[in-house]
């Protein structure tokens, strides 16, 4: 079992940035890999970006060079760098880690079925 909650979100204008923050607590174990995800209400969960415990990290196109993941394993913390921020970016985020013992490779870490335990969220708005 592992607790996740987020932080950092808010209400920008285009062009601008956020840093994304989930910490875990009540986790006794590892991650594979743990990811980001973020949905519009009467859209589906989609996945922004995940990183593997060795530091491999995932894209979605749409942020490729404008977002940026990474992890500080000793304070459980993990992190979602945000800029040049596009009104499509709206919506909650979600951070998330898979259920122990699984592995979870490449392109399949951005797919919320892959993973088990998910945060609260936090709301990321932006305004052109």
């Known amino acids: 079992q592992v607790e996740l909650m987020e932080s950092g979100g808010g209400s920008v204008q285009a062009g601008g940035s956020l840093r994304l923050s989930c910490v875990a607590s009540?986790?006794?174990?590892?991650?594979?890999?743990k990811g980001w995800f973020r949905q519009v209400t009467g859209k589906e969960r989609e996945g922004v970006a995940a990183?593997?415990?060795?530091?491999?990290?995932t894209y979605a196109d749409s942020v490729k060079g404008r977002f940026t993941i990474s992890q500080d394993n000793a304070k459980n913390t993990l992190h979602l760098q945000m800029t040049n921020l596009k009104p499509e970016d709206t919506g909650m985020y979600y951070c998330?880690?898979?259920?122990?013992?699984?592995?979870?490779?490449?392109?399949?870490?951005?797919?919320?079925?892959?993973?088990?335990?998910w945060g609260q969220g936090t709301q990321v708005t932006v305004s052109s």
């Open positions: 998330a880690y898979p259920a122990a013992g699984t592995t979870v490779n490449g392109v399949r870490s951005l797919v919320p079925v892959e993973y088990n335990f």
């Open positions: 009540r986790n006794t174990y590892i991650p594979y890999c």
């Open positions: 990183i593997s415990h060795d530091d491999r990290t």
